[in-house]
């Protein structure tokens, strides 16, 4: 039997993998996306970071590297299994067996829940072959050296759709930028509406897309059809970023004992401890009176729920000293 079950590898469960292999401790951390990375990486990686202690800047991509090597580190203790979930839960005299989407059955003495908002996967555009991979389709920008001087539609009328397109007009990436919104009101900041015209951004609204052209696993161009007067228009480009929201797959939540606030999450002790002695919890999946909801909150609250495991594991004497101390 392990030692620790991670459930989510968001920045708070990266940073409890680095932390639980440094204490010592054995056991799995899985992640329910395809990658690593949670919030930061699938939905803001271009953004820059200047809440992070010791880091007067630092681009969000970039640290959540950071936090995957450091992570990485220890995967000799801590096994990693990415796109899985929980299955079922059952808990045992000294434990837990936990069942797996990968069809891992594994037993932990203790688990740390870093579950953040849930897995969250982006809304797709329609008319698409869903098993198949468009390289310049993308739901979420990672790379914005590749849209130099490319032309690019942005689909969607909220904040990221709107801050998308003049962050590509205002960083000098490229000035071919079309928007295209099913309605006539955009959902965001009125303040970037307005730049939208000051950036000389091609708005298309209120159209939506009646048909997708493919051609060899690239998108060529887009079939817009009007909302009200139903004429049409062909739209090509070299990039299409799509940015219609997020849904959130249903919770593994109803499979622990745990209490939880009306909006679901998770109630912790100042220890990280949830209603049950040996689930832990962190980062924004985690509640208590007055938290203000941020990755330092969420690094802090991990290190010290895992201080607290290590008394589970190794009895309520035993104190880890400083972690740089013990690992370097
Ligand atoms: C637009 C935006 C900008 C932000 N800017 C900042 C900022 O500048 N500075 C800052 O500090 N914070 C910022 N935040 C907040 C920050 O992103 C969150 O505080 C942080 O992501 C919380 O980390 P987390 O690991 O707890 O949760 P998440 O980032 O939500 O990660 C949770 C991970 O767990 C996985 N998961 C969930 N359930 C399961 C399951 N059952 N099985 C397997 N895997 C599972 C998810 O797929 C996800 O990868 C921002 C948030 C947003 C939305």
């Avoid at 930061?40 to 959540?64: C, S, V």
């Avoid at 995957?68 to 990693?80: D, F, G, V």
């Avoid at 004992?257 to 679901?264: F, G, L, N």
Wanted: net charge neutral; proline share 3%; charged share 20%.
């Amino acid at each position: 039997m392990k030692d620790i079950l991670i459930i989510g590898a968001g920045p708070v469960g990266l940073y409890a993998w680095s932390c639980t292999g440094m204490l010592g401790l054995t056991g799995y951390i899985i992640e329910g996306n395809d990658s690593p990375g949670g919030q930061p990486w699938e939905l803001y990686p271009e953004k820059q970071l200047y809440d992070m202690p010791g880091f007067a800047e630092i681009k969000t991509r970039t640290f959540i590297e950071n936090l995957i090597t450091q992570a990485e580190r220890n995967s000799k203790q801590i096994t990693y299994f990415g796109k899985t979930n929980i299955l079922t839960v059952a808990e045992t005299n000294d434990g837990f067996t936990v069942t797996l989407t990968n069809n891992e059955v594994i037993t932990v003495k203790t688990i740390l829940i870093t579950s953040g908002n849930g897995v969250f996967t982006p809304i797709r555009l329609e008319h698409l072959d869903a098993s198949q991979e468009y390289a310049n389709l993308w739901y979420a920008v990672k790379d914005l050296t590749t849209l130099t001087n490319k032309k690019v539609v942005v689909l969607g009328g909220g904040d990221s759709a709107v801050d998308w397109a003049n962050h590509l007009v205002e960083d000098n990436i490229t000035n071919n930028v079309t928007i295209i919104h099913r309605r006539e009101l955009y959902r965001a900041k009125e303040s970037s509406v307005q730049k939208l015209q000051q950036n000389k951004i091609t708005e298309l609204k209120p159209y939506h897309i009646k048909d997708v052209q493919v051609h060899q696993h690239q998108i060529t161009s887009l079939t817009l059809e009007h909302e009200s007067n139903k004429t049409t228009l062909t739209l090509a480009a070299d990039y299409f970023i799509v940015q219609y929201g997020a849904k959130v797959a249903p919770t593994m939540l109803d499979q622990f004992s745990v209490a939880t606030t009306p909006m679901r999450k998770i109630i912790i002790q100042p220890s990280g401890q949830t209603s049950h002695a040996h689930i832990f919890a962190a980062g924004n999946c985690a509640y208590y009176d007055g938290k203000y909801y941020n990755m330092v909150t969420g690094f802090g609250e991990a290190i010290n729920a895992l201080f607290n495991i290590t008394k589970i594991i190794h009895g309520n004497k035993y104190h880890p000293g400083y972690l740089s101390d013990i690992k370097k």
